[in-house]
């Protein structure tokens, strides 16, 4: 522990400019994120004129009717365009509430509802909380009205929502109170480690989140889920009688199969799995079981399996704990820095000693450009556990000795392109706008992928 004490240390020394030096913050912030901004708008471009291709790529066009491919351009040159206004709608409000001190007046705010509550402002974890709580709710009204647009106009017309606005309205207020419900003990919680621990906090608050994400693996399917959407048994039948099989001769740890009802909301269509490593849970969405086979569904099923098998989510894991180390690492030198929050507007008395919450939130912003990259190697790394998914379904007839598995590959690429055309999804993608957006292949590098591994097979045999 000294060890990691005395890196931490190192860091902090090298950095120590940040809390006397008096940085323009506020116009670097404005400068990185209009850049991302910029970026991404960059990349919704360079894909647009991909939308008026008028037939699909050469490897799915037997698959694919020129009726669906075209519903799926218009839905995606929909989607483009909307994207491209709220990304830059949403940015322009981002940039106002920076410029104009909406952080600053938020905190004040906090400090006058602690002070009609009976509380001086030395309670920093009450007031951090009513901070956070108020800049969430006021913030997201701005874009409120993109949200309504995409539920009940875009996706509405390309015969997607389910929602009523009814059902809309209840999901925000059941947001908001989940999120204060479980944002406010959290966040008093996180608060208070750096209260305890001082600048010695990074192994502990590790420790902390981590068990947060292993509590939340519990609680969601449990708790917040079924206050959105209702889980039921999966009923008895060919598909549950295939699922139980393939997951009793992979020893996964099954020990619930549900249906959710996900076409009360929209008619996309998914299915994963979920729980600690001894428990396992797999949710199939109503829609999937609509629109394609039990085999299929299978296949689906036999590549989330891969990626427990590989321990994708345990990797996963780790490389976000590692992501988070190294953001925690460099923020004490950040949480000493008067100048930081005089550059955003904070009066000169919050300043001086400045609160860990407000601290914290605007060294988020300043590391804008640097999560923008680091998003393009998650993805890197989050499409190569895609493509050993995809292997592992292809090669189950190998590792079970099963011959009913031969044809899995096929069976998963029937399904994929099944997904795709239902969804309505892209099928034409540029190479720079995928590597920063998706965190799977594009459905013709699968397909193909799939035919490499399958080939491959064939001559072992």
């Not at 009513?130 to 106009?153: A, G, K, W």
């Not at 060919?238 to 929209?266: N, Q, T």
Request: net charge neutral; hydrophobic share 45%; aromatic share 16%.
């Amino acid at each position: 522990m000294d060890f990691l004490h005395s890196g931490l240390a190192d860091v902090q020394r090298h950095l120590a400019f940040v809390s006397v030096d008096p940085i323009n913050w506020k116009f670097y912030v404005q400068v990185f994120s209009w850049s991302v901004t910029i970026f991404e708008s960059y990349l919704l471009l360079r894909q647009y004129p991909l939308y008026s291709k008028t037939s699909p790529p050469e490897a799915l066009a037997p698959h694919i009717s020129k009726e669906d491919f075209a519903k799926s351009q218009i839905y995606g040159k929909d989607k483009a365009q909307f994207a491209l206004f709220s990304k830059l709608f949403s940015q322009c409000v981002d940039s106002a509430m920076l410029q104009y001190g909406f952080y600053a007046w938020c905190w004040g705010a906090a400090g006058t509802i602690l002070g009609k509550l009976g509380y001086g402002t030395d309670y920093e974890i009450l007031q951090s909380i009513i901070f956070s709580f108020t800049m969430y709710l006021l913030s997201s009204l701005p874009t409120l009205p993109l949200s309504v647009y995409s539920t009940f106009v875009l996706e509405e017309k390309h015969g997607f929502n389910k929602t009523t606005p009814a059902l809309f309205v209840g999901d925000l207020v059941k947001s908001w109170l989940i999120a204060f419900a479980l944002g406010a003990p959290f966040l008093a919680a996180f608060l208070y480690i750096f209260q305890w621990a001082g600048d010695r906090f990074v192994p502990w608050l590790m420790g902390f989140m981590i068990s947060f994400q292993l509590l939340m693996v519990i609680l969601y399917p449990t708790v917040i889920q079924p206050l959105f959407n209702k889980l039921t048994p999966l009923s008895d039948g060919e598909l549950r009688s295939r699922v139980e099989s393939l997951a009793g001769k992979l020893h996964f740890p099954l020990k619930h199969l549900y249906e959710i009802d996900g076409s009360k909301r929209s008619s996309h269509s998914n299915a994963y799995f979920f729980g600690l490593p001894w428990s396992k849970h797999i949710v199939i969405f109503d829609t999937l079981m609509q629109q394609s086979k039990p085999e299929e569904v299978e296949a689906v099923l036999a590549h989330e399996l891969g990626h427990w098998y590989y321990l994708h989510p345990t990797k996963m894991m780790a490389i976000s704990q590692f992501h988070i180390f190294t953001i925690l690492a460099l923020f004490p030198a950040f949480l000493h820095a008067p100048p930081l929050l005089r550059s955003f507007d904070f009066p000169k008395h919050v300043a001086a000693k400045p609160p860990t919450i407000v601290a914290f939130l605007l060294f988020q912003m300043i590391l804008t450009p640097l999560e923008a990259f680091i998003s393009i190697g998650m993805n890197a790394v989050s499409r190569h556990f895609e493509w050993e998914a995809d292997r592992f379904a292809c090669e189950l007839q190998d590792q079970l000795k099963e011959e009913s598995m031969k044809d899995m590959g096929d069976r998963l690429g029937r399904a994929l392109i099944t997904l795709h055309v239902k969804n309505l999804s892209t099928v034409w993608v540029d190479w720079l706008y995928s590597a920063y957006h998706h965190s799977h292949p594009t459905l013709t590098e699968r397909l193909k992928g799939l035919e490499s591994f399958q080939a491959k097979r064939a001559k072992k045999e």
